[in-house]
């Protein structure tokens, strides 16, 4: 079974409803409040574990009524929390979405999840030192983030690096980690003036940008190669990245070749797409080999 060790943020979803955003000072009737688990690294850790993954989750939640949510839902999805960390004191991380006017706000609490440090990295050591990769994205603390790239390295264990939310980051961070999974935008924040095709070709077979409907596009032999996405009727795009990083990871732990880890991966995202929900929609494995081996008739 592959092993995988995510290491970064678990948080609440706080999402309203509501016909219109109310103006400074107005209060105004919603529609409807949905609370639901979310993180990246959260979400990309449910959905490495639906498809099959052995993972473990290394983040902080809070003493609070959302940490005890997001530690149920992971343990139900299968994926182990002993090096979850429950600070005293501290308020879990949370995201308040309001859905109004064709549109969404967000505004995000880091809560615990900005207190991910390298001292919870020392701790679940034994477990990242025995994966076959390890999962980052940019929600913990970027000094945290550098000691686990660093550390990795030193160790020769791979990582993928989600670079999402995107954040100007150490060129070096770029070379040692074994995959980097940004889109065109965050490809380009992260090489600022580079044309996408000139990113991916000075990083064959390690930058694979996500295109959207476009699908996933990944240089090799001095070519760029974009592996199309499946056609499908999107109810919800959220967590469709995420659950494209997992896919790809699983896929790739267990020796697919680059296109096929893709094809893969392509199809889980657009299953996730067709539900509500960041997690609501991830596929499982039997859902994806259903869904590739009805695309092969």
């Known amino acids: 079974m592959v092993k995988i060790a995510v290491i970064g943020s678990c948080s609440i979803d706080l999402t309203v409803e ?15 409040l949905i609370v639901s688990p979310g993180g990246k690294g959260a979400n990309q850790a449910v959905a490495a574990a639906r498809l099959g993954a052995q993972v473990h989750m290394i983040g902080c939640v809070g003493d609070d009524a959302y940490g005890t949510m997001i530690i149920n839902n992971l343990k139900t999805n299968n994926v182990d929390t002993g090096y979850v960390s429950v600070l005293p004191g501290q308020n879990s991380g949370t995201a308040h ?3 109004a006017e064709g549109d969404n706000s967000i505004i995000v609490i880091k809560g ?8 919870h990295i020392d701790t679940a050591w034994n477990v990242i030192a025995a994966a076959d990769l390890v999962m980052l994205q940019h929600e913990i603390p970027l000094p945290t983030i550098d ?12 990582v993928l690096l989600n670079p999402a939310p995107v954040q100007p980051v150490p060129s070096e961070w770029l070379d040692k980690v074994t995959y980097v999974t940004p889109n065109e935008h965050e490809a380009e924040a992260l090489y600022p003036g ?3 095709e000139e990113i991916l070709l000075m990083q064959e077979e390690r930058f694979f940008m996500t295109l959207g409907k476009a699908g996933v596009a990944y240089a090799k032999n001095g070519k760029v190669h974009t592996v199309p996405a499946f056609v499908v009727n999107a109810q919800d795009t959220t967590g469709a990245g995420d659950t494209f990083n997992s896919a790809f990871a699983v896929a790739r732990c267990e020796g697919r070749s680059l296109d096929d880890s893709i094809r893969f991966a392509n199809a889980a995202a657009a299953l996730s797409v067709q539900k509500l929900g960041a997690q609501g929609g991830m596929p499982y494995l039997k859902d994806v080999e259903r869904m590739l081996g009805e695309c092969k008739k």
Do not use: F, H, Q
Request: glycine letters at 12%.
């Open 97 to 99: 979405i309001t859905l």
């Open 18 to 32: 509501a016909g219109k955003r109310p103006a400074a000072g107005e209060t105004i009737i919603g529609s409807r």
């Open 194 to 196: 580079k044309t996408s």
């Open 112 to 119: 615990a999840n900005d207190l991910v440090m390298p001292k």
């Open 147 to 158: 000691y686990i790239i660093g550390k990795c390295a030193a160790a020769g264990i791979s």
